[in-house]
């Protein structure tokens, strides 16, 4: 009997093993797993791969972990499970750097997890809400720091789009849409307070930024919680998803998808089969759901249903209990770090436990990011806000009353309408508006169709000439109009001129612009407050031109593009400076009279702020530039946005931050300290997506100042958030105008077409699209064309002097028609002298018969006097003129 029972327990004992022999993979068969992974990370990081490979490699745009330096305030929140944990992180330096943080866990209840994403991302803001009551910082504005547990693609370090749900979530509506845009309309539709997201980071990726507080070494951050993922510092060069080759990156390898391909169907159990069918996202997660503590209880209470059923265990009773799905839970470490060291076996790994989970490390990526660049950074609700305050300012520019304390001019240009087709001619145009002052020759012809073909020819303006007279300023000018005259062979021609001129005007006519004062480094004296145009017209006098109209580059602009696309009524510059014009309806332009029709208005944007409106906004170094200027105190909006500073503003931030040890191993040399050596045509080179690394080395390395790879990341970073606070910026300026448009014509969708122009915008590789993205996004309400005035703004300047020109001939054709209507005073005294020789026949009995006019007796013989007497006769007789032909 013993024997009986002993070889029965051997039996099952046997069946029980080779049930769980499947799950005792060898170390071959550990080889082979290492090496499918191998193939399916390099798979993932390679851009014509990567669609179908099964591990994504999603780049983080995190490019270097801590270096110890971090400080500051923050908040982080922590979601990637059924508790979403919200916190405070205060990170200290000095002889001890320190990290504090206050917390409180928050439950996310099934039926949110399940639920619509807008419920998901209310319930997360409630429980932020709830923390910030908590803490006493309702009204304090920080930046925030999100980790977000699941699979995305980020396209920044404060973007990302949610690739699929894992881990129990499938709240509806999210899966494919940037899930920072969903928690700032969260915020918004709350309201309560305000917060700015600068990072959304992965758990993995925030456990390796904890650790690597701790040990600078740490290049790898592991999950192996309800979920399992890794990520690691890849090297640039490899990554074919991102730009650029120089430096690191950290990859969010999302390796829980390893095996949807099929490529591990070798290694996986009916058991596992079995709870993959059971779960949200059966086929999805394979190899998370053979490795993840979500899941790994659930494989267990599975085996054991089976063998109970076999008979095998618990005598074949299956208990309330034991049905009940996740009552097995999971503690999984030892194996681990064995099993790793006998599969690396030429590696040296350490494993340190992150005691603060992933929301410290996505508060130290932020405070990475944040040291010196927060200020820069503007969240949409901070952009509409600048974009009403320059709503105020344009309609303080427009009132009679306001206008004279306004810092945004709002000038009007005398400029009526846009080409519309019928220009022609033959024209000269002058362009003056930097170092470089240009002249062409534009001639707008009809044949089948309207055409232009244009000469042109650049000069310098030297620096003395720019700071010295005015009257120096405007001979140099006659004196490349005649060069010009010549080469063209039209010295003896006499041909309209237009003046594009782009500088603050007052106009009281289209030829007349009195100077209000010099931008852009110009300096030249005896010209504020003069009619440039007659200074012009004394220096070139003798050329025999004549100007007809006098136009900012601005309005050159939008009439250069406005010839291509009629729908154009928006001009920018964004260049060495920044300026834009529109057509207001003239009913609101309370500085000319008049109320029918549009007009061109000349912002002179570049004034923004120069009222303090934007103090909150600017920086240090932003103060740092304008003490520098030759204008201190004035265009502080153009010091901020235009290409004439942005170079300037980078070296100041570099300078800053080498100053502080956190660039060039602290080396600060001659050629980084002097001011525009570093240009903003650095910024675009060091921006260009392959090879702007490089550019980066090459440019740092005139400065003297031998950079690391990771200092050609940090430098790239720091012109990033430059260029593109610029963008945004304008983006808010223009957003002020389109919006007074769609206003102005009362409709419900505006389109529109703005012409744009500016060194700036067209080298720059990220800017353009930048500013239309922003636009959109805080104009909604619109579709708005960006056309590239790929001419610049003489062609305008041209079409202004065609249309000036037509509006002349007109006058001088009506004029002559109306002549013989005008009459000399000799002839009016002639006409004085034939009236009264007629008067005088009409009233004689001799002459009366025959003369023109009549003097017929009324016998009416008196005025009324205002008594209201009787009428009496009086001596007095009225007498009636009858003037005509033979008295008819």
């Known amino acids: ?45 390679k851009k014509d791969t990567h669609p179908t490979a099964s591990v994504k490699m999603l780049p983080t745009y ?149 650790c690597a507080y701790e040990d600078p070494k740490c290049q790898i951050g592991l999950i192996a919680g309800t979920g399992s993922n890794v990520c690691y510092m890849e090297e640039m060069k490899n990554i074919e998803l991102v730009e650029g080759d120089e430096g690191q990156m950290c990859v969010n390898t999302e390796w829980g998808g390893f095996g949807e391909n099929d490529n591990i169907e070798d290694i996986r159990t009916r058991y596992d089969r079995e709870v993959d069918g059971g779960s949200l996202n059966p086929g999805k997660q394979r190899f998370e759901k053979m490795t993840s503590g979500m899941y790994l209880g659930e494989i267990v209470r599975q085996i054991l249903i089976d063998l109970t059923k076999r008979g095998l265990l618990f005598r074949g009773r299956i208990t309330e209990r034991l049905k009940t799905k996740g009552i097995f839970e999971t503690n999984f470490s030892t194996i681990l770090k064995d099993t790793v060291r006998e599969l690396a076996p030429n590696c040296k790994v350490d494993f340190i436990l992150s005691e603060d989970g992933s929301g410290k490390g996505a508060a130290l990526i932020t405070a990475v990011i944040d040291k010196y660049l927060y200020a820069m950074r503007f969240s949409d609700e901070t952009l509409r806000d600048i974009m009403a ?43 003056l508006g930097g170092s470089n002052f240009r002249i062409l020759r534009v001639k707008v012809s009809h044949e089948k169709k309207q055409t232009v073909q244009m000469e042109s020819q650049i000069y310098e303006t030297p620096e003395d000439i720019i700071h010295g007279s005015g009257s120096r300023l405007f001979d140099h000018v006659a004196e490349c109009l005649g060069d010009f005259m010549e080469k063209q062979k039209i010295k003896d021609k006499k041909l309209p001129v237009g003046f594009t001129f782009s500088f603050p005007c007052a106009h009281s006519k289209l030829d007349e612009a009195v100077l209000l004062t010099w931008t852009k480094r110009f300096k030249a ?198 260029s593109f606070r610029s963008a945004n910026l304008i983006a808010a300026t223009l957003g002020a105008i389109l919006t007074r448009l769609k206003d102005n014509k009362n409709s419900p969708r505006l389109r529109t077409t703005v012409g744009i122009d500016g060194s700036l915008y067209k080298m720059h590789p990220q800017y353009s699209r930048r500013l239309h993205k922003t636009v959109r996004r805080l104009v909604p309400e619109s579709d708005v064309r960006f056309l590239l005035s790929e001419s610049g703004s003489g062609k305008g300047a041209a079409m202004v002097t065609a249309w000036a020109s037509r509006l002349a001939d007109q006058t001088r054709q009506i004029a002559e028609t109306l002549a013989e209507f005008r009459l000399t005073k ?20 001799n002459t009366q018969s025959t003369a023109t006019v009549k003097m017929l007796p009324t016998y009416v013989r008196s005025t009324p006097d205002g008594t209201g007497k009787r009428f009496t006769a009086r001596p007095t007789q009225c007498i009636f003129l009858k003037i005509g032909k033979d008295g008819q």
């Open 826 to 845: 000799e002839q009016l005294l002639e006409v004085k002298k034939r009236m009264r020789t007629e008067i005088q026949n009409g009233l004689s009995k």
């Open 525 to 722: 004296s005896g010209v504020e407050g003069m009619d440039v145009v007659k200074l012009l017209n004394k220096a070139i006098k003798k050329r025999g031109v004549n100007i007809m109209a006098v136009v900012n580059d601005t309005v050159g602009t939008m009439m250069t593009c406005g010839f291509d696309d009629q729908r154009c009524e928006v001009g920018i510059i964004i260049g060495t400076g920044t300026n834009a014009c529109y057509m207001e309806e003239l009913r609101h332009i309370d500085m000319v009279e008049g109320d029918e029709g549009r007009m061109c208005i000349n912002t002179e944007w570049g004034a923004f702020g120069d009222d303090g409106t934007l103090e909150d906004i600017r920086t240090e170094f932003d103060r740092e530039i304008d003490r520098g200027s030759l204008n201190p105190g004035k265009q502080l909006f153009e010091k901020m946005v235009s290409g004439m500073y942005m170079g300037e503003l980078v070296r100041l931030i570099l300078v800053k931050m080498a100053k502080e040890g956190l660039l060039f191993e602290g080396r600060i040399t001659p050629e980084l300290l002097t001011k525009g050596k570093f240009e903003t045509k650095h910024v675009s080179a060091i921006e260009k997506s392959k090879e702007g690394l490089t550019k980066a080395k090459e440019i740092l390395t005139r400065l003297g100042v031998e950079p690391s790879e990771d200092d050609c990341i940090a430098v790239q970073h720091v012109c990033a958030i430059v």
């Open 389 to 431: 305050r320059f709503r105020r300012e344009m309609e303080n520019g427009l009132g009679g009353d306001t206008n004279p304390t306004a810092t945004v001019k709002m000038l009007p240009t005398f400029v009526r309408s846009i080409p519309d087709g019928s220009e022609k001619g033959d024209f000269i145009a002058l362009d």
């Open 62 to 210: 995190v490019y270097r972990t801590p270096d110890g330096t971090e400080r500051g305030k923050y908040l982080a929140l922590d979601l990637g499970g059924t508790n979403f944990r919200v916190l405070v992180v205060k990170i200290r330096t000095g002889m001890r750097n320190s990290v504090r943080m206050y917390n409180k866990i928050y439950a996310i209840p099934l039926e949110i997890m399940q639920g619509t994403g807008e419920e998901l991302f209310d319930h997360i803001v409630q429980c932020i809400s709830d923390f910030l009551d908590y803490m006493g910082m309702k009204n304090t504005r920080l930046p925030l720091g999100f980790t977000f547990s699941f699979p995305c693609n980020q396209t920044g370090i404060d973007k990302g789009d949610l690739v699929s749900w894992t881990k129990g979530f499938k709240a509806t509506d999210c899966e494919g849409y940037d899930v920072v845009d969903m928690l700032r309309e969260a915020i918004k539709r709350r309201n309560e307070f305000d917060l700015d997201i600068v990072a959304i980071v992965n758990d993995t990726v925030g456990t390796m930024m904890t």
């Open 1 to 45: 009997m013993v024997t009986a029972v002993a070889q029965r327990l051997a039996s099952q004992r046997k069946e029980i093993d080779d049930t769980l022999a499947t799950f005792a993979l060898s170390p071959t068969q550990l080889q082979e797993v290492k090496a499918k992974m191998r193939v399916e990370l390099e798979r993932g990081l």
